[in-house]
């Protein structure tokens, strides 16, 4: 191929991602670009992409004028919780499911959990509500890190699975001939070179539990334990819907997502890939 044909190619290429690019962030754009439009731009028969008078006046509004300062502190504890709690118990099950596989009972473990990944989470919604309910959780940041927790642990554990899988073996088998019991191989050897899976892990415990709706909205009906996604379709009146200030909220929710993706987006792309080839 001539270097004018891969230049073409190079060009083509670089246009198709830009203009994927351009399709994924679009809604992004158009929402933050909403929070600052006036209430009469939002309104309008023509809406549009460009502001003639950008206003603050919708994150003045939700800052100061709504519970969304608690709403975040909220999301922030509870996904923190999650994210510790699914990790210690991933690190364990994945590294008995990477190591203990020839033991009966546990690849039928493992074939069940990954079962469970199917069934939705909808379909669990009332009796999760009873059993909290029975055990006085409703209302309270326990149901919610208990329903997460739950949920995540087990994609969680076959990231780490996936990762343990690449390590040789041999590296524990040096391990225990110094000495080294079977709890520090694990935090001593295998979790200092798998850093980059337990960030992808952390990261994808955190968004799980940080954009979940449905059992924040269910579980709590108490304002002050109430978590950012049900705080934000509060703006959805009865008659009438404050969409200026919905998407002030959402992108003041989205923001903290995106910074943590940026400074950690070379651990992330290293973990999800870890354990894609093994050997």
Known sequence: MSRRKQR????????VLLGFA???LFPFLWMFVTSLKPDTEIRTLNPSFFISKPT????DNVL???AFITFFKNSVFIAVVTTAASLMISIFAGYALSRFIRFKGVKAFSVAMLLSQMIPGVLLLIPLYLVMKNLHLIDSYWSLILAYTTFTVPLCTFMMKGFFDTIPY???ESAEIDGCSRIGIIFRILLPVSLPSLV???LFAFLNSWNEFMFGFVFINDEAHRTLTPGISLFKGLYQTDWGSMMAASVLSVLPVVIIFVFLQRFLIEGMTAGAVKG
């Not at 073409?8 to 246009?15: D, P, Q, R, S």
């Not at 603050?56 to 994150?59: D, I």
């Open 200 to 202: 992808a892990t952390s």
């Open 170 to 172: 041999e590296m524990e």
């Open 64 to 66: 100061n004028g709504s």
């Open 22 to 24: 351009f399709y994924c």
């Open 8 to 15: 073409l190619m190079t060009v083509i290429t670089y246009v």
């Open 56 to 59: 603050l006046k919708h994150f």
